[in-house]
């Protein structure tokens, strides 16, 4: 009848008319195109402001940029110095329009670090002989800002001063793609560091066999070839000066499936400190001041190699029911996994009268992130009331330049603040330096409570020697 609402679009679905829209049944080899097509449309997205060669280029930061966010110094006195001291870099463009690559910028620092006002802080800190922090981001929910607040808290330590380092964890290659990096196979993603931590693991059992006149435990191609490899050769620069990357890849998601294998095949293996073994013994926690793991979204293989690895653990979430809910469930799963973890391997250590071990992180926080205030206010409260000291002070909120960076598969820090409204910048810009500053100040905590410990313990063993 004439003047009736239309009916929902769900009703009166014509069965008939329904098949002939249907394609012939899909088998296997029409993923293998999708997925063709797909990695052609992602390459096209992911260069969105790559350079003529196919390669990322970090822009230059202005004279107002550099002053208001890099160095703490007035523009005037800023330009007074550069005068002052023709052999600094002077940046590029005319007059007071002056702009400088992040490498000038960390030369400035140097030089205003030695000639500048004492009370100013122009390099971060970090107290010498201390290793470097690492930081995983992890929930096993998708979609909750995981590669985003990692990427992001890289860039702001990195304009902060820091050499940081990114592991890419998930085998969807977000993180790499953001970073620029190249990643052919496998071997060239965290896989072959995990595979050498259980090869010589195996070689020491194995070593043990011979003696006791047993047959060795087999040793095959992947294993020997994994041998060669060390942290620093799977490493790769970035277009930001000081961050690198170890990127990842779709056959990093083996892992998943040859870890558990391995681990059959060795009970004794700790798969879980394969990671960090391989930073630790190849050095790069003393090369870098802050690494950053992301991880994959779901708590496997991967994923708990990194939260072992890590010194702080931050978990994003929306501020939503179902990210709440997800979010605590994910909680109780590392409590179910690690101290199940703890129980296995203290019984062995009791047995054998060796030290019990037991896993520990200096800082926890959960991070709500693509916050809208006026529709989420409540429940974040209620989130912020349950998790308590688990949660950061700031809301990561959602902002048109947040969106924006994102679809050019860009940071905001990488966007030129032109292409923005100044406060839309600014707005946008303060949504992660308000982050970055909270974590920053964990960091720095940590690292000064384990410095403090480090000098107890000295002067513990000197008072004993000197008894």
């Known amino acids: 009848m004439s003047g009736k609402e239309p009916l929902p679009p769900y009703f009166n679905i014509d069965p008939e008319k329904a098949a002939k829209r249907l394609s012939d049944p899909i088998g296997t080899a029409r993923f293998a195109k999708a997925a063709a097509f797909a990695a052609r449309g992602r390459q096209d997205l992911a260069e969105r402001g790559y350079a003529p060669d196919g390669r990322k280029r970090l822009r230059r930061f202005s004279t107002w940029e550099v002053c208001k966010y890099l160095i703490p110094v007035a523009p005037a006195h800023f330009r007074r110095v550069l005068r002052k001291y023709p052999a600094l870099p ?3 463009g005319e007059g007071n329009s002056k702009w400088f690559t ?15 006002a004492a009370d100013r802080e122009y390099r971060p800190w970090r107290p010498e002989g201390m290793p470097a922090k690492t930081i995983a981001v992890a929930n096993f929910k998708g979609g909750v800002g995981k590669t985003s607040t990692a990427a992001h808290l890289a860039m702001s330590a990195a304009l902060d001063g820091y050499k940081v380092l990114v592991i890419d964890l998930d085998s969807q290659g977000s993180m790499t793609s953001i970073m620029g990096g190249q990643v052919p196979d496998e071997w060239s993603t965290a896989f072959p560091l995990l595979a050498k931590d259980y090869a010589l693991a195996l070689q020491d059992e194995n070593r043990v066999r011979e003696a006791a006149g047993q047959p060795p435990l087999p040793f095959d191609e992947t294993l020997t070839e994994a041998l060669k490899i060390g942290a620093r050769d799977v490493i790769q620069p970035t277009h930001w000066p000081n961050i690198d990357l170890l990127g990842a890849q779709l056959n990093l998601y083996w892992a998943e499936f040859q870890v558990p294998v391995w681990r059959m095949g060795l009970r004794s293996w700790p798969l879980w ?3 960090s073994n391989s930073l630790l013994n190849d050095g790069i926690v003393d090369q870098y001041d802050i690494i950053i793991l992301d991880t994959p979204p779901a708590l496997g293989y991967l994923t708990i190699n990194a939260l072992a690895a890590a010194d702080i653990l931050l978990v994003p979430l929306g501020a939503t029911f179902l990210e709440f809910d997800s979010t605590g469930r994910f909680f109780d ?16 250590r009791r ?17 709500i992130t693509r916050f809208d205030a006026g529709q989420q206010t409540d429940l974040a409260n209620v989130i912020q009331a349950y998790f308590g000291d688990f949660m950061t002070t700031y809301r990561q909120e959602m902002t048109a330049m ?8 860009n940071g905001i820090y990488e966007a030129d603040y032109r292409e923005f409204n100044r406060d839309t910048y600014v707005r946008g810009r303060e949504t992660f330096d308000r982050t970055w500053a909270e974590v920053k100040e964990l960091i720095m905590g940590t690292w000064w409570r384990d410095q403090q410990m480090e000098q107890a313990e000295q002067a513990g063993e000197e008072g004993q020697a000197d008894g």
């Open 402 to 409: 947040v969106g924006q960076a994102g679809e050019q598969v």
């Open 351 to 367: 047995r054998d009268g060796l030290p019990e071990m037991r896993f520990e992180w200096d800082a926890v926080r959960a991070l």
């Open 333 to 348: 799963m590392l409590y179910s996994t690690f101290a199940s973890v703890e129980d296995g391997e203290n019984a062995a």
């Open 102 to 116: 992040l490498d000038e910028v960390l030369q400035l620092r140097d030089h205003f670090a030695t000639e500048g």
């Open 273 to 275: 400190d394969a990671l």
């Open 90 to 92: 002077q940046g590029t």
